[in-house]
C-alpha cells in the first residue's frame, strides 16, 4: 500500500453535517512512484445507528416513509426506511437507536441484536452505520411526527413476505433498508 501523512483539514461549511477539505500526502510502496499529494472533501457524519422494527405482538415490521432531498430533487416516489438517525455526542449506539425509535415510531424498545457495521461511501464520507433487530412495542398510530427533528412520518405495517417483496425488487430502493432486510433474512430467516 502506501504511507498516507494529513498535511492539512479545512472547514468549508456546517449546517446540518459539517463538510472538511483534506489534503494528504501519499508515500506509494512502489520506488517508481513519487510522493503525491490528494485533495479530498468529506462529509463529516459519525456514527448513526437504524434498526429494522418488529412487533412481536402484531407479527408485523415497522417500515417508515419520509421526505428526503433525494427522491424530491430526482422526481422519485418516497422508499420504505427503517427507524434510525445519529448518534449524539457522548451517547452509546444503544441509547440512540432507543431514542430514535422513540423519537420516530412513538414506541419504547423490548429487545436489540445487532446485524451489520459497514461504511456506505468511503470515498467521501465519515459515517459508520449500525444496523439492529428490534423487537418493540405494538404501534398504535399510522403517522408520527418528530418535532425534536422536524419529521412528518408515515408507518406502514408489513408482514414477512413484504418484507421479502421489497428486499427482492429491482427498483431504486434505500440501501441502507435493503441492506437491513438483507441481513435480517441471512441471520434469522434462511428459507
Known amino acids: ?27 506509494s510502496n512502489n520506488k ?7 485533495f479530498r472533501d468529506i462529509l463529516n457524519i459519525g456514527d448513526v445507528v437504524f434498526a429494522l422494527c418488529y412487533s412481536p405482538e402484531e407479527k408485523k415490521f415497522y417500515l ?21 438517525g445519529l448518534v449524539d455526542k457522548g451517547e452509546t449506539l444503544i441509547a440512540a437507536l432507543k431514542r430514535e425509535i422513540k423519537e420516530e415510531i412513538g414506541v419504547k424498545t ?24 428490534a423487537e418493540v412495542e405494538k404501534i398504535k398510530l399510522s403517522s408520527f411526527y418528530n418535532k425534536n427533528g422536524n419529521e412528518e412520518i408515515k408507518i406502514f405495517k408489513v408482514n ?14 434505500n440501501v441502507l433498508t435493503k441492506i437491513s432486510i438483507y441481513e435480517y433474512l441471512n441471520k434469522f430467516k434462511k428459507n
Do not use: A
Open 1 to 27: 500500500m502506501q504511507k498516507v501523512t494529513k498535511l492539512k483539514k479545512t472547514l468549508l461549511s456546517k449546517s446540518f453535517f459539517s463538510f472538511w477539505k483534506y489534503h494528504f500526502l501519499i508515500n
Open 32 to 38: 517508481k512512484i513519487k510522493p503525491y499529494k490528494i
Open 64 to 84: 417508515i416513509k419520509q421526505f428526503r432531498p433525494f427522491y424530491f430533487v430526482r422526481n422519485k416516489k418516497l422508499k420504505y426506511e427503517i427507524v434510525g
Open 110 to 133: 423490548k429487545k436489540i441484536v445487532k446485524l451489520t457495521t459497514y461504511c456506505p461511501v468511503p470515498g467521501y464520507s465519515d459515517e459508520i452505520v449500525h444496523v439492529y433487530f
Open 160 to 173: 414477512l413476505p413484504q418484507l421479502k417483496k421489497i428486499n427482492e425488487s429491482n427498483s431504486i430502493q
